[in-house]
């Protein structure tokens, strides 16, 4: 998700690249940042995480404030197909245990199954059809914040000049 992207080691940001952002990096035209970047994409019918400059195993290693070394440094939210869970945690796609639970709110879960079982039925739905798409909205509208909108100020060209973070000015 936009604005999610997080390098605990280095406790700065990471930025969110879109495509052509991604390929100015990597043809060189930005030489350095301060801050590492990310790009999202879909690669044999899964989306994955890039980051760059890629980082070694040793920089994803941090000591937490009671002294634990952690091997999560780098942390970016997003969106899960994964609607159920087991009792240990994991993911699913589908209920297949008496014990998994719902990741979705349980209103939400109805209205989808109430809409959908009187369609199977042959039966007036639009109601609840739209009932379930309002509770749908209203879960994403909660989910976050929304994308930051440019308002034009990236007109130079490049999207990421090469500018110093420090020593700029100073003789």
């Given at each position: 998700?936009?604005?999610t992207g997080w390098d605990r080691v280095e406790s700065?940001?990471?930025?969110?690249?879109?495509?052509?952002?991604?390929?100015?990096?990597?043809?060189?035209?930005?030489?350095?940042?301060?801050?590492?970047?990310?790009?999202?994409?879909?690669?044999?019918?899964?989306?994955?995480?890039?980051?760059?400059?890629?980082?070694?195993?040793?920089?994803?290693?941090?000591?937490?404030?009671?002294?634990?070394?952690?091997?999560?440094?780098?942390?970016?939210?997003?969106?899960?197909?994964?609607?159920?869970?087991?009792?240990?945690?994991?993911?699913?796609?589908?209920?297949?245990?008496?014990?998994?639970?719902l990741r979705l709110p349980s209103d939400l879960m109805e209205a989808e199954l109430k809409w959908?079982?009187?369609?199977?039925?042959?039966?007036?739905?639009?109601?609840?059809?739209?009932?379930?798409?309002?509770?749908?909205?209203?879960?994403?509208?909660?989910?976050?914040?929304?994308?930051?909108?440019?308002?034009?100020?990236?007109?130079?060209?490049?999207?990421?000049?090469?500018?110093?973070?420090?020593?700029?000015?100073?003789?």
């Open positions: 998700m936009q604005g700065r940001p990471l930025t969110p690249l879109n495509a052509q952002q991604w390929q100015e990096w990597k043809s060189g035209l930005v030489q350095a940042e301060v801050w590492k970047q990310y790009r999202v994409k879909g690669v044999d019918g899964a989306r994955k995480i890039f980051i760059n400059p890629t980082p070694s195993s040793s920089q994803c290693t941090f000591e937490t404030r009671d002294g634990k070394k952690v091997k999560i440094g780098l942390v970016v939210e997003y969106y899960s197909k994964n609607w159920a869970e087991s009792t240990a945690g994991a993911g699913k796609t589908t209920l297949t245990a008496g014990t998994d639970v959908r079982w009187l369609r199977s039925l042959s039966r007036p739905y639009a109601d609840e059809k739209f009932e379930a798409e309002h509770l749908c909205e209203q879960l994403l509208a909660q989910s976050g914040l929304p994308e930051t909108l440019d308002a034009g100020l990236t007109t130079r060209g490049l999207s990421h000049p090469n500018i110093p973070e420090t020593n700029v000015g100073l003789s």
